[in-house]
């Protein structure tokens, strides 16, 4: 089955500064999501990636799919502490179900 | 629109009593997902219903663990008797025909003492 492997698995930065989490993949990514979560709170679906090389932006944040298709990044610019919480990255194993890494929790120091 | 609604969000309850978890998707979304997020990890599908068919349930541990989505659109997911590893956030999410997004829920977060 498919394991993702996020890294690291915990981050801590100064307000404005930017920001890079990992998502590695055991096997080819066919479709790769990335979702915030806040304590206490569900899934908000961030951004889907499915075509080696894609690039997707959205506010502050981008993320990319590598060609090869085994690892995505979730690069935050200028960082605020609105973007603090925990990023799980998610990917498609077979119809509609999705596998996720355990999570980067993301705290932002003002 | 609504987004996907669960109740209760925190239920404390003591091992070996039985517990249950109501989940009402968006309107009009036909695929239901129940997920079981331990602390630290990443949500672990535990059945999805294709209206009111389970489709994939091998994850699901049947010994304890039950779902129902009557009617195809409420679900109720059932634990008894629930032990002590059960604690953990119960989520539940739901998507529209073969569209691949899925919507998240707030999560029930279960303590069993």
């Known amino acids: 089955s498919q394991e993702l492997e996020q890294s690291p698995q915990s981050l801590i930065v100064q307000e404005g500064k930017n920001l890079t989490i990992n998502c590695t993949s055991s096997?080819?990514?066919?479709?790769l999501y990335w979702y915030k979560q806040k304590y206490g709170e569900g899934l908000i679906f961030l951004m889907m990636l499915q075509k080696g090389g894609e690039e997707k932006s959205h506010e502050k944040i981008t993320a990319k799919l590598d060609e090869k298709k085994q690892q995505s990044s979730l690069h935050i610019t200028a960082s605020q502490p609105s973007h603090a919480g925990i990023y799980l990255c998610g990917a498609e194993q077979g119809a509609q179900k999705l596998v996720f890494g355990q999570g980067t929790r993301l705290t932002i120091n003002p | 629109e609504a987004g996907v609604v669960q109740s209760p969000r925190y239920k404390i309850i003591e091992k070996k009593q039985p517990v249950a978890f109501w989940c009402n998707p968006i309107?009009?979304?036909?695929?239901l997902y129940w997920y079981l997020q331990n602390l630290g990890q990443g949500p672990e599908l535990l059945i999805r219903y294709e209206n009111e068919e389970a489709v994939d349930d091998s994850q699901l541990p049947k010994d304890r663990f039950s779902a129902e989505r009557l009617k195809g659109v409420d679900s109720t997911l059932k634990i008894q008797p629930a032990e002590l590893g059960d604690s953990a956030v119960y989520l539940c999410?739901?998507?529209?025909?073969?569209?691949?997004?899925?919507?998240f829920g707030p999560g029930t977060r279960l303590t069993v003492t």
């Open positions: 096997k080819t990514l066919y479709g």
């Open positions: 999410a739901s998507s529209f025909g073969d569209a691949r997004q899925q919507y």
């Open positions: 309107s009009g979304h036909n695929t």
